[in-house]
Each structure stands twice: as structure tokens, then as C-alpha cells.
């Protein structure tokens, strides 16, 4: 993702970002409603996000948005190198950062869940953000009955998410055309997180992921992606610095 600068010397990073001796800054990881005393409790129209472009955490968390219906009660700021617009939404985020960390001076990792109430980021660790959407703040939305977190498919949807934070190797293919030979879904007849991941690392890879796996020896994995393809959260308006991979959702039948 292409550095997004303001006026200040400061820069915006993906999630857990490496420093330049190799290090990982410690990522903010409070929670929505795992304490009521910590006041970061579930209510509509509290919490924002700030997203980037380019980014595969972003949309994911931007897909789940859309499936969760939750675009009216959280909020989003989308920074985008070059927009106008970027220099004061760098300067907001930059205020939650420094209302969390006193005389904060560090990157400002994005995705971040930010409380509109007290000025603090609540998060910036992706698998947290993704869980407290699908677990607390589900409610408020307009999306489906069924979740995208179910507590019976929560071991399911996390082995499968471990799985796709590594390379997208063939035995890995494999694996997912075997389960999408039995199954509409990853999880199973829903869509549920698990799908957000693939949909993500297949179709909307980082710039270092891009494969070269011909899609036609995993028929049933591409026929999922197309099923995801007519979904429309997943062909959310989420600007990219990197063209989708169209081999898996524009491949022939």
C-alpha cells in the first residue's frame, strides 16, 4: 500500500506493522462489550472506522460491513493516497491515537476501530475488529438473521482463517475445492467469516500474493467465488491500489 503522508511526519501502515529494527508495535486490542466496566459497551452510531485502500484487512472489514448492515450504525472514513480529503482524516485518526497513547508518535495502523464517545482507538488488530462486528455490534444492522460468527462454527471459521494467513499454496487449494465439493459454503450452507477470508486472498490478494494457479483445476472453488461474485458485498466499492485477480471470478463456467 502506497504511503499516505500529511503535514505532520507521520505515516499510515497496515496492520501490526514492522518497525525498522524488526520489531511489532503492540497492537490496541480492547473490546466491544468483553468488558461493560472498560465503557466500550455495544450502542448504534458509537464506533468508526477507518479503512485504507489497498488494503486486504480493510475489505475484509469492509465486506463484512455491507453483510452485516452495518454501513448506517458504524461509521467509515476510507483514506486513499492523494484525496483531498486525506490530510484532515490523518489528523482525526492521529487524535484517537493520541487520546489512547499519550504524546503518541508512532504509525497509525489501520484498520482501526475508533470510540466516537471518548476519542480512543479501540482497536487496531483486524481478527478482534472482524469478531466484535460479527459478535456485538450484529445487532444493529439491517443483514441476515443468520451470523457470520456462529458459536458452533467459531473453531471451524478460525482454522480456516489460520490456514489462509499463509501462502496460497496448491495443497491449500485443494483443501478448499475438497470442502467446496460438499458445501456451498466454508462453514457450511452460510456464508459465514470464513468466506470473507477467501474472498479476500483469492480475488483482492496483496501485491506480493498475486498466484499464477490455473483455475480451472479447482472447478469447485471457482464456482464458489462466482456465487460470491453475485453477492453484493462482495463487489463492494472498495478502492484498491492492486486490479482484482479476475481469473477466479471471471472464469468461465
Known amino acids: 500500500m502506497p504511503e499516505i ?19 511489532r508495535p503492540a497492537p490496541i486490542r480492547s473490546r466491544i462489550g468483553a468488558d461493560l466496566a472498560g465503557g466500550f459497551y455495544p450502542a448504534p452510531h458509537r464506533y468508526h472506522l ?14 463484512t ?16 493516497p492523494d484525496a483531498p480529503e486525506s490530510s484532515a482524516a490523518l489528523d482525526a485518526l492521529h487524535r484517537c491515537y493520541e487520546a489512547t497513547e499519550h504524546h503518541f508518535d508512532g504509525p497509525l495502523t489501520v484498520p482501526a476501530l475508533c470510540d466516537r464517545w471518548s476519542g480512543h482507538v479501540v482497536s487496531n488488530h483486524t481478527p478482534d475488529i472482524l469478531r466484535d462486528l460479527a459478535c456485538r455490534l450484529a445487532a444493529h444492522g439491517s443483514g441476515p438473521l443468520h451470523p457470520l460468527r456462529p ?35 466454508l462453514a457450511g450452507d452460510e ?63
Open 191 to 253: 456464508l459465514s467469516a470464513a468466506d470473507v477470508d477467501v474472498w479476500a486472498k483469492l480475488v483482492h490478494p496483496a501485491p506480493d500474493e498475486v498466484g499464477a494457479e490455473p483455475t480451472h483445476a479447482y472447478p469447485h472453488l471457482r464456482a464458489y467465488v462466482r456465487r460470491l461474485h453475485d453477492h453484493p458485498a462482495f463487489r463492494t466499492h472498495h478502492p484498491r491500489t492492486v486490479a482484482p485477480d479476475r481469473r477466479w471470478s471471471d472464469a468461465p463456467a
Open 65 to 80: 460491513l455491507d453483510l452485516l448492515g452495518l454501513r448506517d450504525s458504524v461509521t467509515t472514513t476510507l483514506l486513499a
Open 5 to 23: 503522508t500529511s503535514q505532520r511526519p507521520r505515516h499510515v501502515v497496515l496492520e501490526e506493522p514492522r518497525s525498522p529494527h524488526g520489531t
Open 50 to 63: 477507518y479503512l485504507s485502500a489497498g488494503c486486504p484487512h480493510s475489505l475484509r472489514v469492509s465486506i
Open 151 to 185: 458459536p458452533s462454527q467459531a473453531t471451524r471459521i478460525d482454522s480456516w482463517h489460520d490456514l489462509l494467513a499463509g501462502p496460497l499454496s496448491p495443497a491449500t487449494l485443494d483443501r478448499l475445492d475438497s470442502r467446496l465439493a460438499a458445501h456451498l459454503y
